[in-house]
């Protein structure tokens, strides 16, 4: 018998193209190696000549993008003798930075919008013991508070502002010119604080030059394409906004932090960011596991519509190879899930053979 190899993470997995030290105490839960899946039934229902892949982020170990950014942030954080961290968050960010301080054995403080966060991202959070600051207000005025405070206490910030979150977010894009032998056509994303796109981009350019004793990998980078919610898309409105609003509550933003970064990705990779109706972004989510098996969470889905949405358009040619980036897992917002279901009714049957046996050739 061959045993494989343990996989331990990607700080071990890209090691030689991310800022950490040899003998550095690494922080991990085995974050990335996410499935890059190809969709069978979606493209042939829209009857387009397109190869779809998702990068279902959504099972990464708190169930979301946001570990990959995490694993380095906290890994450099220790690092540096910090004993406490620090983010805002619409919800995943804090479950990973809660996670990862744990896991690191330092303190985690999570400002949070009241109410506005998915309930699965509450219950991670809770679980893993950190800090939660729920304020009466929004993302952008928790990331506000976030940049202050910690000129008044002793805590490193872990939002994508700290710039090893978007090194280790870059690896992403590394998997998958790892996979596909090179780059995709397009890459679309959904777009909130817009750290992700910025990402993305880092690691497409990284891959495709070459650094030091480095060799480019491939020599092809992507159009790159931002999708935001309608009520929530400053890139769209070309300002920053001051009442986001959108029922995907991940990326309820209306003052990205990464805007300079991600209008460059827009600039340097011809693409463009639009935006997708709240209908849009559901109807995305159930099509994609209702017909693909795969379950994401509201905003992910901005990516998959958008994508659908520019295919329609013929903004994306037939023949087109395509990955949408699936951020979060849908089982961290049930509320929405079930909304989104509540014509599906379960059937209520007696506890005997002969009633399940009716209830299955009933439905045949
Ligand atoms: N998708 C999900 C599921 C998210 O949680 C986020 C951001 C995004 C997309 C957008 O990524 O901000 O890099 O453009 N969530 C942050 C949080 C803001 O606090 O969890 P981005």
């Known amino acids: 018998m061959t045993i ?26 085995g974050e990335g190696n996410t499935p890059l899946i190809q969709l069978q039934n979606i493209p042939r229902l829209i009857g387009k000549d397109v190869d779809i892949y998702v990068k279902f982020e959504g099972l990464n170990p708190t169930g979301s993008f946001k570990d990959r950014g995490m694993t380095m942030a906290v890994t450099k954080a220790v690092e540096e003798g910090s004993q406490a961290i620090i983010c805002a968050s619409t919800g995943n960010t804090s479950a990973s930075a809660a996670a990862y301080a744990v896991r690191a054995g330092i303190k985690a403080f999570v400002l949070i919008p009241e109410g506005k966060i998915a309930l699965g991202k509450l219950a991670q959070t809770l679980m893993y013991g950190a800090k939660i600051i729920q304020i009466n207000g929004n993302f952008d005025q928790g990331m506000a508070l976030v940049k202050e405070i910690v000129d008044h206490a002793p805590v490193s910030i872990v939002n994508s502002i700290n710039p090893f979150r978007l090194e280790g977010q870059k690896t992403a894009a590394f998997e998958i010119i790892d996979e596909l032998g090179t780059a995709p056509d397009y890459h679309c994303l959904p777009v909130g604080n817009a750290g992700n796109i910025s990402a993305y981009w880092k690691g497409y350019k990284e891959y495709s030059t070459d650094i030091g004793s480095l060799k480019a990998v491939t020599n092809k980078r992507p159009v790159m394409c931002g999708y935001q919610a309608a009520g929530a898309a400053p890139f769209i ?9 959108t029922v995907a509550t991940a990326i309820r933003i209306g003052r990205p932090q990464s805007w300079d970064l991600a209008w460059t990705a827009q600039r340097e990779s011809e693409g463009w960011f639009a935006a997708m109706t709240d209908e849009q972004i559901l109807a995305a989510q159930k099509l994609l596991s209702s017909n693909e098996g795969i379950f994401c969470e509201p905003a992910s889905a901005a990516s998959l519509a958008g994508a659908l949405h520019d295919i329609e358009l013929g903004n994306i040619p037939e023949g087109s190879t395509i990955v949408c980036t699936l951020t979060g897992n849908g089982i961290k917002d049930p509320d929405i899930a079930i909304k989104q279901c509540k014509d599906a009714h379960p059937v209520t049957i007696e506890a005997d053979l002969d009633a399940v046996k009716k209830a299955i050739l009933d439905s045949l």
């Open 4 to 29: 494989r190899k343990r996989y331990t993470g990607l700080i071990e997995t890209y090691r030689d193209r991310l800022p950490v030290a040899d003998g550095t105490r690494l922080i991990s839960l």
């Open 237 to 245: 409105a070309r300002e920053m906004i001051d009442h986001p609003e």
